[in-house]
């Protein structure tokens, strides 16, 4: 009679290993010297693709610095005598405009991606005969430049008695930032499978009560990404701000641009004032930047 000997089972990963592997754990990548001739030479462009990208902005900073002893003879030597009181001058001059900005970019971003949330949820899981019609014409604002329609949109604001007011500003910013917030959500939602849709309806949600308790949680980095573009945008903006708003109501930009006086430029002054008004959108990107990724590429794969 044979005997069947028993092989020993090997051991499994423990349950953290697994718990690790399940969520995508990875080791860190390592840097590495190139050992090839192709790697050192690939590494030398990249070097030297961001030096001639932060030079900019170390002239910018550095001309900002050189206060009231002017900006340096060359352009890449660093000021002797480093100096804020450019960055005093800048921000007497620009932190009301600067306030009007945060006062325009925070509600319309707001209310853009919310409308594009709900625009984006209905097309992608509620379609209609002539939604994808409805889509196309959207889409077609995002490609409207601002020149054409600033007559327009003047004559409307005037009508409402909005033109020359922040109120307006946010208004105009909502109504164009609809079509790109819609795209973005929409393809975000198509992402997300419709059967949590359909258990949401199993038990007794309608589409709102859907919206608000399912889809809502779910969406931060669609938010973070269209709340970004929107953000960059509205911030960035100069030709609605110049031509729909009154002194009083001017954004950062408009008042930037008219530190450049007539005769002479005060360069310090106004590359610090250039500074001031870049730093909320590129802390913005640093703080949200890996949601801004992770969310782009969010429902790319179903």
């Known amino acids: 009679m044979a005997v069947e000997t028993l092989q020993p089972t090997p051991p499994g990963p423990t349950d953290s290993v697994r718990r690790r592997l399940a969520a995508g754990d990875r080791k860190p990548r390592s840097w590495k010297i190139p050992k090839t001739p192709g790697g050192w030479i690939v590494l030398a462009i990249c070097v030297i693709a961001t ?3 932060f030079m900019p902005v170390y002239v910018i900073i550095s001309t900002a610095l050189s206060g009231s002893s002017g900006a340096p003879n060359f352009f890449l030597a660093f000021p002797d005598a480093p100096s ?9 001059k620009l932190h009301g405009s600067l306030i009007n ?12 991606c919310l409308l594009g949330s709900i625009n984006g949820y209905v097309l992608s899981k509620f379609p209609f005969k002539g939604s994808n019609a409805l889509f196309t014409v959207l889409l077609v604002g995002m490609f409207i430049p601002f020149q054409a329609v600033i007559i327009p949109v003047f004559q409307f604001l005037n009508m409402l008695h909005l033109q020359g007011s922040i109120l307006g500003l946010i ?6 930032g609809i079509p790109i917030t819609t795209l973005i959500f929409r393809n975000y939602y198509e992402g ?12 007794g949600a309608g589409i709102w009560k859907t919206y608000f308790r399912v889809m809502l949680p779910l969406s931060v980095p669609g938010f973070v990404v269209a709340g970004i573009f929107q953000c960059t945008n509205i911030w ?7 031509i729909l708003a ?3 109501a001017w954004p950062a930009t408009v008042t930037l641009n008219n ?20 730093a909320p959108t590129v802390l913005l990107y640093l703080v949200l930047g890996r949601f801004f990724v992770s969310g782009l590429t969010a429902g790319a794969v179903k």
């Open 84 to 92: 804020l009181d450019a960055f005093k001058g800048a921000w007497t």
């Open 246 to 248: 009154s002194p009083a």
């Open 51 to 53: 030096l001639a990208m």
């Open 101 to 112: 900005s945060l006062q325009i970019t925070i509600p319309a971003a707001l209310i853009s």
């Open 171 to 176: 208004v105009v910013h909502i109504i164009y």
């Open 192 to 203: 997300i499978p419709s059967a949590i849709i359909e258990a949401a309806a199993i038990d």
């Open 259 to 278: 530190l450049i006086g007539t005769t002479t430029v005060n360069y310090s002054e106004l590359m610090a004032g250039a500074v001031l008004v870049a």
């Open 236 to 242: 960035n903006d100069f030709l609605f701000g110049f």
